[in-house]
């Protein structure tokens, strides 16, 4: 059997690496790759890399901007792919179908959707204001791969009708894309149940090829031992005063807000942390560069964190936790944390994905400044855990794998 991953850079391996294990585990002799295109964006550092057990080739490989000649090249049974929003995904699914080739849709993270009209409008401004910033070479293939993709399929309506709704509603085309065909992977594999609603009730999903899996992140999190608080805190090179916890969205780099916005709106949270004799600390995003916010963190004294970070234990340790609609909420919920959540200025139109029993939502400083200082109890919903957050006996990767297998 040959495998091929496929994702937009390398910066999400971690959902491929923690397959692997149980993949050679059940098929020895599988045949994987992993397929990116991150020299549409940047230059890489090298087009080949070696990981857990597999390989990944940038795109640049195969000399050529058709995903589409890349498949057709590498033939192989099933396709492995993170997202199922966009231009691109369709035309890797198009294409697919056209080659005989499986496609599985496997979540990275909590559904997210644009739910209000205010990031709508944010998403309508953004693309009229930037218009010619966006005429980029990973903007310039989607599109050629796409177009290719409606011409293979005899619909080339499909891409004029795509344009106009993405310069009308570029939300229809991102993360509130509806069902189409061209979304209809072979297999839709989600974390949590309500991920399974919402592809049903809200994308109109039809109601079949969708299996909750249960979310391998929480299962190597709940098993993963805590280090002890000083033990941590010495390790990280963080003082024993308590620390607010920001986990970040990845806004920016998602290009759903602009970086000066953002600084903007941490530099009023480092303000009321600073006021409260606490530390600032920001697990950044896989996706969110430090070396273009460096400077910044450091005259707001923010400390910031990437990957290497015992994450359990940031999170465990922390005061209380803060964030717009990070899917890493759910961890600090797991362990009982509070969360704040800001909803005032450049946030006020980001939408509530979590209850308002569940976390607290403050829409000006005072009130954020008020609950982080008093520490006023959030999560008083006992149960929210148990229903929202899946399955929790650390069998998500086996799930997964037989699903996959099986396709």
Not at 14 to 35: G, S
Request: aromatic share 12%; glycine share 4%; net charge neutral.
């Amino acid at each position: 059997m040959k495998i091929l991953f496929f994702d937009y850079w390398l910066k999400g391996i971690a959902n491929f690496n923690r397959l692997m294990p149980e993949l050679r585990r059940q098929c020895p002799d599988a045949e994987v790759k992993m397929l990116h295109v991150g020299s549409w964006k940047e230059p890489q550092e090298a087009v080949v890399n070696e990981h857990e057990r597999f390989i990944s080739y940038d795109i640049s490989y195969y000399k050529t901007w058709s995903l589409y000649k890349v498949l057709k090249k590498e033939r192989p049974d099933v396709l492995i792919m993170l997202n199922i929003y966009y231009l691109c995904d369709k035309a890797l699914i198009v294409f697919c179908k056209r080659l005989g080739i499986k496609t599985v849709y496997l979540a990275h993270g909590k559904f997210s959707t644009i739910a209000d009209d205010g990031l709508n409008h944010f998403l309508k401004q953004d693309l009229k204001k930037n218009f010619i910033s966006k005429i980029r070479r990973d903007t310039i293939n989607t599109l050629l791969n796409y177009f290719l993709s409606t011409w293979l399929s005899h619909r080339p309506i499909r891409f004029v009708t795509s344009m106009v709704a993405m310069v009308h509603d570029p939300a229809s085309m991102t993360l509130n894309s509806m069902y189409t065909d061209e979304l209809d992977t072979d297999l839709k594999l989600v974390y949590y149940e309500s991920d399974k609603q919402v592809l049903i009730e809200k994308r109109k999903f039809p109601d079949k090829h969708i299996y909750v899996v249960g979310n391998p992140e929480l299962d190597s999190f709940v098993n993963t031992p805590l280090i002890p608080r000083l033990d941590f805190l010495s390790r990280i090179g963080l003082s024993d005063k308590p620390y607010l916890l920001y986990l970040d969205d990845g806004y920016v780099q998602a290009r759903l807000m602009d970086k000066e916005t953002w600084h903007i709106h941490l530099s009023e949270i480092a303000e009321i942390v600073k006021k409260a004799d606490m530390q600032f600390v920001i697990k950044l995003h896989p996706r969110t560069p430090l070396s273009e916010h460096v400077q910044f963190f450091s005259k707001e004294h923010i400390i910031p964190f990437g990957k290497e970070v015992d994450f359990k234990s940031l999170i465990a340790h922390s005061e209380t936790v803060t964030s717009f609609v990070s899917t890493t909420i759910s961890f600090a919920l797991l362990l009982g944390k509070r969360v704040i959540s800001p909803r005032w200025g450049s946030t006020s139109t980001v939408g509530r994905p979590y209850p308002e029993s569940v976390i607290h939502y403050s829409e000006d400083p005072e009130d954020f400044a008020e609950w982080l200082v008093n520490k006023k109890p959030c999560n008083t919903s006992g149960d929210y855990v148990e229903k929202n957050l899946g399955l929790l006996d650390g069998k998500a990767i086996p799930r997964i794998i037989n699903r996959i297998l099986n396709v």
